[in-house]
């Protein structure tokens, strides 16, 4: 038996107490939860734990790998870098669902079984949720709403297709799945939904930006790291997840290139980051994987850097896009300069963080021969400098002078971008610290004379064509408009459908119900007073149809007068006696048949 | 009166921007002078990195701007 508890429940218990406390015993209570977490889980060993029956099954509600641990190391780091940015807040409903949300994600990492995963998997859509609508305007609780239906249908994919494996196999332990079959690939979609696909993107290039200033911190770091461990767990080596990472390399840039709002171009380069990641885990090898860990763990510090300095801009200004900003390096300096680091990191420029984590991926499609792979993820690169490399610091804090004067943003704001910014420059600096905790033992030397020289020209030119592009005016000018994306297909889906509901359907139905309800029973009902007259009106209709002109105007005096007097005197016309004989001669027919049928017998 | 920054001194700008091509120019001639071991025969090409991030952002720009934009571009108001 060991003495710790759960990863996840220090998080998830601890979250609960939150609103209990008050002022700077909160903030130092909050503080706190990260670092007893961490303590706590360096006190379990690696193997299983709490393996605990459920049904006929076994749930190993914790795995300690080293796959697992590096995950565990950086969701450590990150919430305690984003409690400390978040301090500020004082809305505790944020607050308990940012470290809910936190906890869920450690749950998802330690998770030994799918079932347990899964479960992890939901609190996390639902307490991301939860951020986003924090935010409490319009456009949040719409984004909020969509990013909620699309992870409850990733989640589906994910659930069918967990029970179908545990049908096929007849356990749920989560190991590699590889894709084989309807079981394998809804978990893989489920997967690929969290990691922003193209395609199953658009949740996050349209909820993140929407997101509360420190929630997008929580958010950017955990759903789609998730996402990358479960696919690095179960799909290594998926030669279709080459592809699908060089797309997502790729398209996001050009539109990262035209977006305004500067959150919504970090969520842009988020997906392009990402996509090296799911290269490397396509390829599979020990260095792919490596570099896809480690560039994850690295991605999870300088993304989350410049979405803070983006947060400190939004927080101090109130205003995020590119046409409303400029000049603002004159009253937030610090801000300022741990956004250049930030961007400097994710540009990988040498001595910063991804020139050490992003070049293992692409050293490992060049080990693999993976020509056109290889030339896309180097056009990202330079694209990826180009966007968030420039744009990002650019256009907010230098450009056109906005003419805005504000402060710097609080101190524990700039404290925990401080605390980021120096693990970018020390990941990028040392790397064999970051080296030495990854799945797989590093055999990789990133700092070489020609891969220094490659990445520097890279760069460098990159920033040339932006310099010459910005001097003669061909750079696309900053514009107040919004870039449909994939979201289109259900945003303006789903109002194409309420349409159809409220417009062709509702009519149809009302004519099916107007015809079949009242129109044929009250015809009926009319027809059954008189029949006989209503076949004479009838007879006389059709006859007026062929009939020769002279006789016209005497059928119609005849079927007009016929209307007149319907149904007329019925009773005359059919005495009760008449209907007594058809009744007894019915009954004759009847009993005539039966005789006969019953005679064969 | 607004303090004088460092960039609204425009002799700031251009000496920023004299630096930037230095740099440049250094890039590319000692670029001659690195022994390289490369997976392709096209990393051994002189500037080869230095061609490809040039033309590659610059067609990256020139595609967003009249291709991509021209599609996708809407009024901030088109979801509502």
Known sequence: ?601 | MDKKHIFDEPKNVKRLLVSFYAILVILVSIDFFIPKHPHFAWEEWPQFFAVYGFVACVLLVLVSKYVLRPLVKRKEDYYD
């Open chain 1, 1 to 601: 038996m060991i003495n710790a508890l759960h990863p996840a429940l220090i998080f998830i218990a601890g979250a609960l107490l939150i609103p209990l406390l008050k002022g700077k015993a909160k903030s130092a209570y909050m503080l706190l939860l990260p670092a007893l977490s961490f303590m706590n889980l360096l006190q379990i060993p690696a193997g299983q734990h709490w393996v605990i029956g459920f049904l006929d099954y076994n749930l190993t509600l914790c795995r300690i790998d080293r796959l697992s641990m590096v995950f565990g190391y950086i969701f450590h780091i990150i919430s305690f870098i984003s409690i400390l940015y978040a301090l500020n807040v004082k809305d505790d409903g944020q607050h308990v669902a940012a470290v809910l949300y936190s906890g869920a994600a450690l749950g998802v990492v330690y998770a030994g079984d799918l079932f347990t995963l899964f479960i992890f998997w939901e609190i996390m859509a639902v307490t991301a949720t939860y951020l986003i609508w924090a935010r409490r305007t319009r456009a949040s609780s719409s984004a909020g709403m969509r990013y909620l239906l699309v992870h409850l249908f990733g989640g589906l994919c994910l659930l069918i297709g967990i029970l179908l494996q545990l049908h096929n196999t007849g356990s749920l332990e989560f190991s590699h799945i590889g894709l084989n079959g309807l079981a394998s690939a809804l978990i893989f979609i489920g997967f690929g939904i969290n990691c922003a696909w193209p395609g199953f993107h658009s949740w996050l290039t349209d909820a993140y930006p929407e997101a509360t200033i420190t929630g997008t911190i929580f958010l950017s770091a955990f759903t789609t790291k998730c996402a990358v461990y479960a696919l690095a767990r179960g799909y290594a080596g998926t030669d279709l997840l080459i592809w699908i990472g060089a797309a997502m390399a790729a398209f996001p840039i050009f539109y990262a290139v035209i977006e305004n709002d500067l959150r919504r171009v970090l969520s842009y380069s988020l997906i392009n980051q990402v996509g090296f990641m799911v290269v490397g885990i396509g390829i599979g090898t020990e260095l792919g994987i490596n570099g896809a860990v480690a560039h994850a763990f690295a991605d999870i510090l300088f993304k989350g850097l410049l979405f803070m300095a983006m947060g400190a801009v939004m927080h101090q200004t109130g205003k995020i896009n590119c046409t409303d900003l400029g000049g603002l390096y004159k009253s937030m300096p610090f801000t300022a300069l741990f956004c250049i680091i930030g961007a400097a990191s994710i540009s990988a420029f040498p001595l910063f963080s991804a020139f050490a984590t992003k070049s293992m991926v692409m050293d490992a499609t060049a080990k693999d021969h993976l020509t056109g792979v290889w030339f896309i993820l180097l056009f990202a690169s330079a694209g990826v400098f180009h966007h968030a490399g420039i744009k990002i610091p650019f256009f907010a804090f230098f450009s056109h002078d906005s003419g805005i004067r504000t402060k710097e943003a609080p101190l524990n704001m700039l404290l925990a971008m401080g605390i980021a910014a120096f693990l970018c420059i020390f990941i990028g600096s040392f790397p064999g610290y970051l080296y030495s905790i990854l799945p797989y033992p590093v055999d990789y030397q990133p700092y070489t004379a020609p891969h220094v020289m490659a990445q520097l020209q890279l760069l460098f030119f990159s920033a040339l064509a932006f310099t010459l592009l910005m001097l003669s005016g061909i750079y696309p000018a900053e514009i107040r408009a919004i870039n449909v994306d994939a979201d289109w297909t259900y945003r303006k889906g789903a109002k194409a459908f309420m349409w159809m509901l409220t417009n062709p359907m509702t009519k149809l139905g009302a004519w099916i119900s107007r015809t079949v309800f009242e129109l044929i029973p009250s015809s009926l009902g009319w027809a059954s007073k008189n029949p006989v007259a209503v076949i004479k009106i009838a007879a006389d209709s059709l006859l007026l149809k062929f009939a020769v002109p002279e006789k016209r105007d005497e059928i119609k005096m005849r079927i007009q007068r016929e209307k007149e007097i319907y149904p007329g005197d019925i009773i005359r016309h059919w005495p009760i006696g008449s209907v007594v004989l058809l009744a007894i001669l019915f009954f004759l027919a009847y009993l005539l048949v039966n005789y006969m049928t019953g005679a064969k017998h």
